[in-house]
Nanobody, 127 residues
Framework: QVQLVESGGGSVQAGGSVRLSCTAS?????????MAWFRQASGKEREAVAG???????YYADSVQGRFIIFKANAKNSLDLQMNSLKPEDTARYYC????????????????????WGQGTQVTVSS
């Protein structure tokens, strides 16, 4: 049974940093073909934040490019998201997702690509 569990969320002031981790069981972060972080703010639709393919190539939403870094920590079997220079508009519940198929720069944002989802972790950025 595949399970994704997010951790590392919390409250932080604008300009601060937070690191999220997604621990995978039933799959290995190194073998999952595509993994990603999504977020959903209150009253808004879920949106893709960052993704990474099987070869380790990262993808980022324009809104987080240059501030967030996605990477696989294979020793921990986890997918991490280092979030820097946080803004109040980054406030959302963040979800980890894993796919059984490949992803590319034109497809990683599609939530329908992903077969497995975590329960999410809340990140709140205050001004």
């Amino acid at each position: 049974q595949v399970q994704l569990v997010e951790s590392g969320g919390g409250s932080v002031q604008a300009g601060g940093s937070v690191r999220l981790s997604c621990t995978a069981s039933g799959i290995t972060s190194s073998s999952s073909v595509c993994m990603a972080w999504f977020r959903q703010a209150s009253g808004k639709e879920r949106e893709a934040v960052a993704g990474i393919n099987a070869y380790g190539s990262p993808y980022y939403a324009d809104s987080v490019q240059g501030r967030f870094i996605i990477f696989k920590a294979n020793a921990k079997n986890s997918l991490d998201l280092q979030m820097n220079s946080l803004k109040p508009e980054d406030t959302a519940r963040y979800y980890c997702a894993a796919a059984q198929s490949g992803c590319y720069s034109y497809s990683w944002r599609s939530s329908s690509l992903y077969n497995y989802w975590g329960q999410g972790t809340q990140v709140t950025v205050s001004s």
